[in-house]
């Protein structure tokens, strides 16, 4: 059993990628190739996004982001503690201070109450400029934008969506990708959409931040690839990773997300009643680029995980370590305590999910849990 299972994935849509890397194989436009120019436009039309702009992978689309909107040394930007690293390290490559927020414990995301304060305590203070609020659409779930919008505007922050998880989630009739003055996701193969590489893409309705994304991601490029204006870096999206993408977009839309929620619903009806299960607000749909469950202690935890794989089925934790305690941030962390990043950190297990698995996975996973919790 596989905990995401790209063999399943490439097998059912095999003819598509196949015939799109042979293409890719024989124009030999390896960098920047239409297809390249194709997915841009595609994912526009799937996010509702003004401008796609893609790039090398998720990380270099959020430091792209900071770039372009002026975020420097001296400037605070607010993210959550309860997420991967890319989110804060490249707050901190572009020499900003990340102010660390803690999560709702019932969704995952960023606690807009917390936000609130942690801005107050910076202004008081004085040290730092706020300047931006990094919200993660964490295991799929869009983050709170109608709180959490108002909040950045009576402030004065930019909002960098940081959807690396959450692409297909939505809130309403908008998508993920598109509540940022830039949003940013992530092609890494695990993820809701994913290339056979790294990659990542940003996305905005501002026409001059597009242009500005534009140059940035070709080394600070003016008319042309030798007229450099600016400092920029090198972060391209491989025309192979484009032509790979398109048909697992059309997947992803048409099928992918229906069999993503179906499986998530299969396992809250069937595990809802023994350990807290994901939270999903009205209004709101997640692309579940993970299903991850609360037990009631951290040993619970550790021993349904050994369960599971004496049984056969991979689990994952996401995240072991929140990112206000890891020893990188250790100065800019420095006394912060974020009770509910912390406490989840010790007390969550993602499940196998992805839209290929068998019911007779499924079941089986679900066995698994029950027979462990209820013994």
């Not at 209004?283 to 619970?300: D, K, N, P, R």
Request: proline share 5%; charged share 20%; glycine share 8%.
């Amino acid at each position: 059993m596989q905990f995401i299972d790209l063999k399943a994935q490439y097998e059912a849509l095999r003819g598509e990628i196949d015939a799109n890397i042979a293409a890719v194989l024989a124009h030999g436009k390896y960098i920047m190739g239409p297809e390249v120019a194709e997915l841009e436009k595609a994912l526009c039309d799937y996010t509702g996004s003004k401008h796609c702009i893609t790039c090398a992978n998720g990380t270099d689309a959020l430091q792209l982001a900071l770039m372009a909107l002026g975020i420097k040394e001296g400037d605070a930007v607010f993210v959550p503690s309860f997420t991967f690293m890319s989110t804060a390290e490249a707050v901190s490559v572009v020499g900003a201070t990340p102010i660390f927020v803690d999560i709702d414990e019932n969704t995952f995301n960023i606690d807009c109450a917390d936000l609130e304060e942690k801005i107050g305590q910076v202004v008081r203070e004085g040290k730092l400029s706020p300047k931006a609020v990094i919200p993660v659409d964490l295991f799929g779930q869009c983050a709170d934008y109608t709180k959490l919008l108002p909040i950045a505007e009576k402030n004065g922050l930019f909002v960098i969506e940081d959807a690396a998880q959450g692409f297909g989630g939505s809130i309403g009739e908008r998508r993920a990708c598109t509540f940022g003055h830039i949003s940013t996701t992530s092609f890494f193969p695990a993820k809701p959409l994913g290339c056979y590489g790294d990659g990542g893409a940003m996305f905005t309705d501002d026409d001059a931040l597009a242009e500005l994304l534009r140059s940035l991601r070709i080394h600070g490029k003016g008319r042309e690839k030798y007229d450099n204006v600016r400092i920029g870096l090198n972060s391209r999206l491989d025309t192979l990773q484009a032509a790979v993408l398109l048909p697992k977009l059309r997947a992803f839309d048409e099928s992918e997300l229906e069999s993503r929620n179906a499986l998530a619903a299969m396992y809250t009806e069937a595990l809802g009643d023994i350990v807290r299960t994901p939270f999903v607000p009205d209004g709101f749909v997640s692309s579940w680029a993970q299903y991850t469950i609360v037990l009631e202690s951290a040993e619970m935890r550790d021993a349904l995980k050994e369960h599971l794989a004496q049984s056969g089925i991979p689990s994952m934790v996401y995240y072991p370590k929140p990112l206000h305690l890891q020893q990188a941030f250790a100065n800019a962390a420095e006394g912060v305590s974020l009770p509910v990043s912390e406490s989840t950190c010790e007390r969550v297990l993602s499940l196998p999910m992805h839209p290929y698995m068998s019911s007779e996975d499924a079941q089986k996973i679900i066995c698994a849990v029950r027979g462990f919790i209820i013994r």
